[in-house]
């Protein structure tokens, strides 16, 4: 059976452009073909059940050519496989979208299009420039600054001059010189207010303010490098003004998230709504114990306990789907009360239609084992890690009472991108990593050896701070166990350096 291509723009790179339509197709593919321009956190949202296929181009050189591309959609199709072509901005804004699309059509292969959010608009917005305003401009004009090889681009600078709006070229940053040349030489004024924004919707977005006259000159200066916007118009002198992604706290920070993959999004998008540069590193993944024979048969009589105990979201998860597996249900825990040590783990018991009695004040395991202790009335089922704290269970032995620790999942330490890991840290290009558990600072220490202790650590809590100082991690606590707390944390730092 012949698949199918769907032809996606993925915007200019902040994952939160990505439309709604795009990322569901992303979710249900079975290969990926992937261009350059494609953020990395947006490249992250592919599934790692799917076959990605990375056919990067730059612009002095082509990695895979066009017509190879065009090849692989076809072969990709022809095996039956759900294609996602993924491409940044928008596919049919001099993305050659049209003509991936005439080779699918000539090979009878049927697609889809979703189109994207163009660098063209978002990376001008994201610069404080508007590319219309009712006292500036009344239109803008879209102009590609690159051509076929060997070939100049085929621009009518007059009737560009002449039309009055705001201009924007897109590939410009070698054909800039050119641009500039060719819009004076078309009688535009060298004091006409002109901007580039290289790396647009990025945390690392520059915006480089001038003229046309003097745009090549500071450009230069600030080593502009592609992918970036030439813009030219009346607008451009709003960008200092309006330029609200600049001021955004944690604009320019790069941060480590050490947090497993399925457990990142939360905190990787929060930081990255303040303008953070995110890393995300799994150091550790969560592997559920199957079977877990123990939790079988603790469930089976679970109404022998007066407590059943989470510590973490991925606890909770385990645990209901055994639960269901075993034909059981909500009205299985009739009489059980239930302990969350923080709020993520309440709410993940929420979404199984549970509420929990008991949230200690301070979100650890000390804490939810003292209050346990102090109002257990009977024997305590505890659902946890292998490898979970010793404190939760010394604070009923402390009290003398019964309970059954069982270990439902582990946690992998290390990262596939290690040696990458190392030399940034080699290089201080990170400026913090984030700690929500004493296992992620093991997993980020296996895998960044001893250059682990020249960055400074966020930690969740007091004892993952612990584990932190063990390995001469220089840490900040947050003010509370929470994920809220933890980014006001990196904001309140970034603002202390300013």
């Not at 690392?204 to 230069?220: F, H, I, N, V, Y």
């Not at 080593?223 to 944690?250: N, Q, T």
Request: charged share 25%.
């Amino acid at each position: 059976m012949t698949g199918k291509v769907t032809l996606v723009g993925a915007g200019p790179g902040d994952p939160g452009l990505l439309t709604v339509k795009g990322r569901r197709a992303l979710e249900q593919a079975d290969v990926v073909v992937y261009d350059r321009l494609v953020g990395p956190a947006v490249r992250a949202l592919i599934p790692d059940s799917a076959k990605a296929i990375d056919v990067g181009k730059e612009a002095s050189r082509h990695l895979i050519p066009q017509d190879q591309i065009n090849e692989i959609l076809l072969r990709e199709a022809r095996e039956g496989h759900n294609v996602v072509r993924l491409k940044g901005g928008d596919p049919f804004v001099f993305g050659r979208g049209g003509e991936e699309l005439e080779a699918l059509a000539r090979g009878g292969i049927a697609f889809e299009v979703v189109p994207g959010v163009t660098s063209a608009i978002a990376a001008a917005a994201y610069g404080g420039i508007p590319v219309t305003h009712r006292e500036h401009s009344s239109s803008f004009h879209i102009i590609t600054g690159r051509a076929r090889r060997g070939m100049d681009p085929n621009i009518n600078y007059k009737a560009l001059v002449e039309g009055g709006g705001t201009l924007v070229f897109l590939m410009s940053v070698s054909a800039a010189p050119k641009i500039v040349q060719g819009l004076s030489d078309a009688g535009m004024p060298f004091d006409t207010p002109a901007a580039m924004v290289e790396n647009g919707t990025l945390p690392t977005q520059r915006r480089c303010d001038a003229s046309l006259g003097t745009l090549l000159e500071k450009a230069g200066e600030m080593a502009i490098r592609s992918p970036a916007l030439l813009i030219v118009g009346e607008v451009c002198a709003l960008g200092p003004l309006l330029c609200w992604f600049d001021r955004l706290p944690l604009h320019g920070k790069r941060i480590l998230v050490t947090r497993p993959k399925n457990r990142a999004g939360t905190l990787s998008d929060r930081l990255r709504d303040l303008g953070a540069d995110v890393w995300e590193f799994p150091c550790i993944e969560t592997v559920p114990i199957e079977p877990c024979l123990p939790m079988e048969a603790a469930l089976r009589d679970v109404g022998r306990y007066a407590w059943l105990a989470f510590t973490s979201p991925t606890g909770v998860e385990i645990f209901w789907k055994c639960l269901r597996g075993m034909g059981k249900d909500a009205r299985a825990l009739n009489g059980v009360r239930l302990a969350a040590i923080g709020s993520a783990t309440a709410k993940a018991l929420e979404h199984c239609g549970l509420s929990a009695d008991l949230v200690p004040e301070i979100y650890d395991a000390a804490h939810l084992g003292a209050a346990l202790a102090e109002r257990s009335d009977g024997k305590v089922l505890l659902l946890r890690a292998e490898e979970g704290s010793a404190a939760l269970t010394e604070q009923l032995e402390r009290k003398k009472i019964a309970f059954d620790d069982i270990h439902i999942y582990r946690t992998r330490c290390g990262g596939p991108q290690a040696d990458e890991l190392k030399n940034a840290l080699a290089e201080r290009r990170l400026d913090y990593v984030t700690f929500t558990s004493a296992s992620t600072v093991k997993g980020f220490i296996a895998a960044a050896g001893p250059g682990a202790s020249g960055i400074t650590g966020l930690c969740i809590g007091e004892q993952t701070a612990a584990e932190a100082k063990k390995h001469q991690i220089p840490v900040k606590i947050a003010k509370h166990a929470t994920i809220d707390a933890l980014v006001e944390l990196a904001a309140e730092l970034s603002r202390q350096e300013e």
